[in-house]
């Protein structure tokens, strides 16, 4: 005999919770103890925009000062250190903001929201790897984890289901008011992450609430409306980032409307495949005709961009190349122009809860794999750091030499 359906669910809900947990345990870092990687001299060169001849001969001149070093004396640089050596050499450089590429007086905060109809496209890690590149680059940058599902929250090593349960999510900065249950400032609910520069408003599956309480919530006339929460929180901690990254569920609900609206520009995932194309198209047929009404209403404004990018493009597949032209054809400049490649370095490194931006090379299995998996995620955050400059302005400034 079966047992009754909702005892059966939670059972098996428990005994994958108690599994996880054990599963953490056992690859993952605890949360408080996940730290980042150090840097080379040629990676950090890179992320200062100048040249490795120019940031040695900064260390020899004793305008930076030194830091540890790993085998055969080759410098090993800790984010803090990318971080001091940014302000010590902005403040002497012709051209200071060559190393604090972010806002400056007059610039509106960057809200960038990830949107697909379907799982799978790599939106998530996308959010991830995107935000933890322009954190290196010298950005403040908030991801917000919109998902029910919160996976973009494990990134940073926390178990939503657990260290979640009794709130501390997006949901609480967001909710609608129920008795004593009340929204709470989105500052309540910010994590911050072992990053520098790189901040969390976690995701959780209370999130699914808003989708069934926001129609109770406009029945009563609740304020802020719904498509206007995101962008409400966010005005509280405006001058805080010049970058905020919202992964979005796979779904036009309340929260995924809610993001949008809030958002200066949009990143559209997308496989270069004919289910996904197929699935693309929905999305943007049902979302153009649900924002036409939100804009109506006072609930969107103008946008800087709205990008596609190209993921998990397999370059061996000679009809994803096909079907990426094609993509390239009928959409134009608003497809990015490097797509983030299908790489089995990206798979590995997602297994331990990393981006490919986390993994230490040195020594690396088939570094040449990861080399050109992490020389696709350079390429399209550089496009989308372009981006972003372009609409403070600005161009994306060249390398000192």
Known sequence: MHPVLHDKLRADADRLSEALEHMSKLFLAP????????????EVAELLRVSDGYLR???????????????????????????????????????PFQF????????????????????????????????????????????IDADPQASLTTFFGYQPELDFRHGGTLYDAIRY??????????????????????DLVPGGIMLSEYETETPTALSRGEQPVFFNRIRDSLRQVDDDYDIVLIDCPPQLGYITMSAVCASTSLLMTIIPERVDLASASQFLTM???????????????????????????????????????????????????TPFVKSS?????????????????????????YERALESVMGFSNDIETMIQAAWGRGGGDNET
């Not at 980042?36 to 001299?41: M, N, P, V």
């Not at 305008?63 to 984010?79: E, F």
């Not at 998990?312 to 134009?332: H, K, M, N, P």
């Open 100 to 143: 604090l590429p972010g806002r400056r007086d007059g610039d509106k905060l960057q809200i960038w929201s990830t949107v697909n109809f379907k799982g799978g496209s790599s939106k998530t890690t996308t959010t991830a790897t995107l935000g933890m590149r322009l954190a290196l680059r010298g950005y403040r940058v908030c991801l």
């Open 177 to 198: 008011n129920d008795g004593d249950q009340t929204r709470v400032p989105i500052t309540d609910v910010l994590r911050k992450t072992y990053f520098p520069n790189l």
């Open 287 to 337: 979302a153009s005709g649900v924002l036409e009404v939100l804009h109506s209403n006072g609930g969107i404004g103008a946008y800087d961009n709205f990008a596609y990018l190209l993921t998990r493009f397999d370059t061996a597949i000679s009809t994803q190349q096909d079907l990426a032209e094609w993509i390239r054809q009928l959409l134009g400049d608003s497809v990015i122009a």
């Open 345 to 369: 370095a990206v798979s590995e490194a997602g297994l331990s809860q990393r981006t490919i931006v986390e993994v230490d090379l040195t020594g690396a299995k088939n570094r040449k794999t």
């Open 57 to 95: 001969k900064a260390h020899f001149d004793g305008r930076i000062p030194d830091v540890a070093q790993g085998p055969g004396n080759k410098r090993l640089y800790q984010a803090e250190d990318i971080l001091n050596i940014r302000q010590i050499l902005a403040q002497t450089a012709k051209d």
């Open 31 to 42: 949360k408080e103890e996940k730290t980042l990687r150090a840097f080379s001299t040629a």
